[in-house]
């Protein structure tokens, strides 16, 4: 069965610093592209950044792009989520998913997400 | 850049069908993928690729995408479809994923 876990959220001040973390199991992690996904409360989901399997591709959205950085770890099946210079936009919960990534892209396991509140 | 735009909510009775849009600018030349969300849980996949189920989810659910419009249909709607649903896409264009604003299906 696949699952995804993820950790590392909480509260932090504006312009602080938060890695997520989502740990893997259940599938070769390694082979597949995987996602960050948030949603503000409230709101719709909205696309943070992907990387490729092997990790060597990334891709961001323009709205985190230069404060938050993906990478991965796949000798031990676990993403992460840099996140710096943190607005009280950022507001959100964080899921990541398994991306399927050839012709379209799109997330076929989602995890249940962590809560990142941004707030003075 | 490229918008996808769904209706804020449909309602449907029991046992009806309900046709949830999602519209863009020629989206019938990306693929369309769907996912429901219902309070407190994570989003599932429901239809990929325009109108492929992945295992588990009902034959009720299909989907369709020419010219500007792709659709979501739910045929003999139950209480249990109640959620939020979101259509996505990639947009080669700019590698960027995108995702319409949800529409919240209403089960009357």
Redesign the interface.
Known sequence: EVQLLESGGGLVRPGGSLRLSCAASGFTFGSYAI?W?RQAPGK????VS?ISGGGSDT?Y??SVKGRFTISRDNSKNTLYLQMNSLRVEDTAVY?C?RW?AS???????????TLVTVSS | SYVLTQPPSVSVAPGQTARITCGGNNIGS??V?W?Q?KPG?????VI??DNDR?SGIPERFSGSNSGNTATLTISRVEAGDEA?Y?C???DSSS????????TKLTVL
């Open positions: 996602s996904v719709g989901l909205e696309w992907t891709y959205a323009d899921y998913a399927v012709s379209g892209w799109y997330g076929d396991h989602w995890g249940q997400g | 990306k693929s993928h996912y969300q849980q994570a989003p599932v996949l990929y690729y992945p939020d979101s996505q896409v990639w590698d960027h994923v995108l995702f319409g604003g949800g």
